[in-house]
């Protein structure tokens, strides 16, 4: 499959997603619309964050029961953050400078899709609904429409504990999709010269408590799963 004919396909399949309901991202509190998100789960642990958006490259690693592939760059330039899978497909959208984009990761074919402030961070898809998007922008959080490219702001009450600490979750650096949770874990080691370099690892806990490690080639941030727990993506240098 070329990459015009797959960009046809998920076009296709994006524009004809029923329009975005705007009720449904201003009904009930703001914890409750967060958690009609993947990857998004308000606990003791921390969610998703935006690691002051570090831009990068996007790396792709497949997960089975006994490990992952080595990482594999899809793109090249590194202007690219908070990626995440088109739920059902091999298809990703990211962030790249001020445009929303969808790559295709088997041949990093790429379409721009709406122009977005710099400032957005993708956080995960709606459970039920493929056209919302939950986003962060600095400290607001808000729904993206997919198709159209508008973003709806989840009411939120700074005087409300419940309602900071879903903020504050939000932008720190864990995720949680239920039946795996994935988090960076940050080390210091000593390189042959004797100097520090940070070295980071992404770790993902399954539901039976195994834990399936990836080495980052470099510096790397904002992991994110596939709806299966197969494929990861993340930002590397």
């Not at 195994?210 to 494929?231: F, H």
């Amino acid at each position: 499959m070329n990459a015009k004919h797959f960009f046809l396909i998920i076009l296709t399949c994006i524009f004809t997603i029923p329009p975005f309901n705007l009720a449904m991202a201003e009904g009930g509190s703001f914890l409750d619309a967060l958690l009609r998100f993947t990857g998004i789960s308000v606990t003791a642990d921390k969610v998703k964050g935006v690691d002051g958006f570090m831009t990068g490259n996007i790396w792709w690693a497949h997960i089975e029961e006994t490990g992952s592939s080595q990482p594999r760059q899809i793109t090249r330039d590194g202007t690219y953050h908070t990626p995440l899978w088109i739920p059902g497909s091999l298809a990703i959208i990211a962030m790249k400078g001020g445009n929303l984009v969808s790559i295709n990761a088997l041949d990093a074919g790429e379409k721009t899709l709406h122009a977005l402030p710099d400032t957005t961070a993708l956080l995960g898809f709606d459970k039920n609904d493929p056209d919302r998007i939950l986003v962060l922008q600095e400290a607001q959080a808000g729904v993206l429409a997919l198709t159209s490219g508008k973003i709806t702001a989840i009411p939120y009450d700074k005087g409300n504990p419940e309602d900071r600490m879903g903020l504050d979750q939000l932008m720190s650096g864990y995720r949680d999709y239920g039946t795996a949770k994935v988090e960076i874990e940050n080390q210091l080691r000593h390189d042959s010269r004797k100097k520090f370099q940070q070295s980071n690892t992404i770790n993902i806990k399954q539901g039976n408590n195994k834990i399936i490690s990836i080495s980052c080639p470099s510096a790397c941030a904002q992991p994110a799963l596939a709806e299966d727990g197969r494929q990861l993506l993340f930002i590397g240098d």
